[in-house]
């Protein structure tokens, strides 16, 4: 849902939303990140019970420190490889690691590919900092997308989607900008956040 007029918006009009659930729509995603994440969680979960189950039976810090590590690791990974365009008959959201934004197709004048071959969603009016558009992470420049031209791609996919959806009712309106919920990655959060408080609590008990 867009951010509406009276939302709190900085001088560039971006509405600023703490935390919520990136919109639905159609995601335009490297098939490598979807792969990797899931690589990555599955990974991260096992690592995790591998170290948790020798620190419960002998009362071990170091192991519950590994766990903790292995776990704000797999956050950092999932968050990453996690990022992708959504498409909306409304927006266009990008879904980034930390600061995701929800851009109106309205407020876009056109995605393009920098020299560096990202993906950089330029709006129609100049952001107030100064940065050149919004940047999408999940198509930054590579060697392999050198030669798959993914960011080209999906630069093509966003104008054709936005020209199509840009006069609807309802397209236009503020940016928001957000950190986008990953219920997996705040539960690899929780867990590390807990091993390591349990990692300092055996580390007192095994110094006293």
């Not at 170091?62 to 999932?78: D, L, S």
């Not at 950089?120 to 060697?143: C, H, M, N, T």
């Not at 997308?145 to 054709?160: G, L, M, S």
């Not at 690899?188 to 408080?197: K, P, S």
Request: charged share 20%; aromatic share 8%; glycine share 8%.
């Amino acid at each position: 849902m867009l951010a509406s007029l009276s939302d709190p918006a900085d001088m560039d009009g971006v509405c600023l939303v703490k935390y919520r659930n990136a919109s639905a729509g159609k995601p335009v995603q490297r098939r490598s990140f979807v792969i990797l994440s899931a690589i990555a969680t599955l990974l991260a979960i096992a690592g995790i019970t591998w170290c948790i189950w020798p620190a419960v039976q002998a009362g071990d810090p170091n192991p519950m420190a590994g766990a903790a590590i292995v776990a704000a690791g797999a956050v950092f990974i999932r968050r990453i490889m996690m990022s992708r365009v959504i498409l909306s008959h409304l927006s266009v959201t990008l879904v980034n690691p930390i600061f995701s934004y929800e851009i109106p197709h309205g407020a876009i004048r056109r995605a393009e590919v920098s020299q560096t071959g990202s993906l950089i969603v330029q709006p129609k009016v100049p952001r107030a900092d100064g940065e050149d558009g919004y940047f999408v992470v999940g198509f930054a420049g590579s060697l392999i997308d050198h030669f798959r031209r993914t960011a080209d791609q999906a630069a093509a996919e966003i104008n054709k989607w936005q020209r199509k959806h840009r006069k609807n009712e309802g397209a236009d309106g503020n940016i928001v900008r957000f950190i986008a919920r990953d219920l997996i990655s705040e539960g690899l959060l929780a867990v590390g956040i807990v091993c390591g408080f349990a990692a300092l609590v055996l580390l007192q008990s095994w110094s006293g």
